[in-house]
């Protein structure tokens, strides 16, 4: 895995010198297919009006760029989770070894969007959760598909969720999404954050990540905003 990072970083430095990091060694593979699901049954009763979940889906760029353009998303952050704080970097994330996975932590206001509606974005859009420690074209327990639960309600929705979609067949393989508990999440850094919206050329965006971007669009047009809503510098 050391040997890899290595190289992407030279990669994409030939790539576009001003663009640190790399979620792939290379970014072909093509974004994975949008599902139709039907939305859960069971959702999140709650009064608040704000409130987080933490999602993991394979590479963050991706990830955080679809929940920047969800109405009712006040935030998504780009980071790590799941692992210990003094392993929550980049180049320590991508040797697969820290417990990590790439996450997003979206917060988001439940009087517009439920948890329910972000967890059906998350499996029909955001990612493929039948790929076990992978996700398109990157592999690694760091790509996992995950949702850090935040709370027994979180988890208890995402769990009949879960067990919904399999009952239905809505994918042609078995969800391996795990449901692991919250203990902290870490924003990445900088360069990561807002990366699909300030990179739309960059080869791995336009390949895996805007299609995604165009499926929210398209299948959920009462959710999705054209402009997105961007983490703030210096977070």
């Given at each position: 895995m050391k040997t890899l990072f290595t190289w992407r970083r030279t990669w994409l430095g030939l790539v576009a010198a001003s663009v640190i990091g790399q979620?792939?060694?290379?970014?072909?593979g093509g974004a994975e297919d949008a599902v139709i699901?039907?939305?859960?049954?069971?959702?999140?009763?709650?009064?608040?009006?704000?409130?987080?979940?933490?999602?993991?889906g394979g590479c963050f760029w991706g990830v955080q760029g679809v929940f920047q353009h969800v109405k009712g998303v006040k935030n998504a952050v780009s980071g790590y989770a799941g692992g210990a704080a003094n392993t929550a970097q980049y180049e320590r994330v991508s040797n697969g070894d820290t417990g990590h996975a790439?996450?997003?932590e979206v917060t988001f206001d439940p009087s517009q969007i439920s948890y329910g509606t972000l967890l059906q974005i998350y499996f029909s859009v955001a990612h493929n959760p039948t790929e076990l420690n992978r996700q398109g074209p990157d592999t690694g327990t760091q790509y996992r598909s995950a949702i850090f639960t935040k709370s027994s309600e979180q988890q208890r929705v995402a769990q009949a969720y879960i067990a919904q979609l399999g009952t239905a067949n809505s994918f042609n393989k078995p969800i391996v999404t795990k449901l692991e508990s919250y203990n902290g999440f870490y924003p990445a850094e900088e360069e990561?954050?807002?990366?699909?919206?300030?990179?739309?050329?960059?080869p791995y965006i336009v390949i895996n990540d805007l299609p995604k971007?165009?499926?929210?669009?398209?299948?959920?047009p009462d959710r999705y905003q054209d402009k997105p809503v961007l983490v703030k510098a210096g977070m």
């Open positions: 979620c792939a060694a290379f970014p072909f699901i039907p939305p859960p049954t069971l959702d999140e009763i709650t009064q608040a009006h704000s409130e987080t979940a933490v999602f993991a790439e996450s997003v990561h954050q807002n990366f699909l919206t300030e990179h739309p050329n960059h971007v165009a499926a929210l669009k398209q299948l959920y």
